[in-house]
T-cell receptor, first 116, second 114 residues
């Protein structure tokens, strides 16, 4: 059974460029989460969706960040323009059941972003 | 606001010895509690969770955790550590009323020496 699939696994870009990270959740999971991991700040929840609808984006750092979920099997996290402080590992996770439930998170392998 | 504290950045044990990774939490109301493990350059993997009921929860790979409401703790334990258990461990909490928002601790690096 395929897990959460993220692409690209590694991205190196220059400051000011647009970055798009992609995620395919586990089939049948109806909650999707984007996290960012850094040494300084640990794991931060950026945004989460339930049934393709954004529920809470209060963790998105600023307007340069945007996320979409056009259908149940695909989500994107976009950074435009990118800055060096955006360098981090970005994780997508999905969960079965209601976002109000106690379902555990299934994480992808992450996308390591380096902004020069 | 909800929060998680993992008071030890690092835990080192010898193979075959019992291990404990500590976690305390703060939430309003009842919690859902989780443990995840992360190996280098990998995503987090779910180990176990507490929802309600029995305070002792058993999970994957021989791990277990004990929910202690009075001490607001959820320590991860294993009776006999393996070298392959060496990894980064995260405790996470979500208040039952804070749907969707899990808060993660800073992580504890477990090293099991042969």
């Amino acid at each position: 059974d395929a897990g959460v699939i993220q692409s690209p696994r590694h991205e190196v870009t220059e400051m000011g460029q647009e970055v798009t990270l992609r995620c395919k959740p586990i089939s049948g999971h109806n909650s999707l989460f984007w996290y960012r991991q850094t040494m300084m700040r640990g794991l931060e929840l950026l945004i989460y969706f339930n049934n393709n609808v954004p529920i809470d984006d209060s963790g998105m750092p600023e307007d340069r960040f945007s996320a979409k979920m056009p259908n149940a099997s695909f989500s994107t996290l976009k950074i435009q323009p990118s800055e060096p402080r955006d360098s981090a590992v970005y994780f997508c996770a999905s969960s079965l059941g209601s976002w109000r439930g106690a379902g555990e998170l299934f994480f992808g392998e992450g996308s390591r972003l380096t902004v020069l | 606001a909800q929060s998680v504290a993992q008071p030890e950045d690092q835990v080192k044990v010898a193979e075959g010895n019992p291990l404990t990774v500590k976690c305390t939490y703060s939430v309003s109301g009842n919690p859902y509690l989780f443990w995840y493990v992360q190996y280098p350059n990998r995503g987090l993997q779910f180990l176990l969770k507490y929802i309600t009921g029995d305070n002792l929860v058993k999970g994957s790979y021989g791990f277990e955790a004990e929910f202690n409401k009075s001490q607001t703790s959820f320590h991860l334990k294993k009776p006999s550590a393996l070298v392959s258990d060496s990894a980064l461990y995260f405790c996470a909490v979500r208040a039952v009323t804070q749907a969707g928002k899990s808060t993660f601790g800073d992580g504890t690096t477990l090293t099991v020496k042969p």
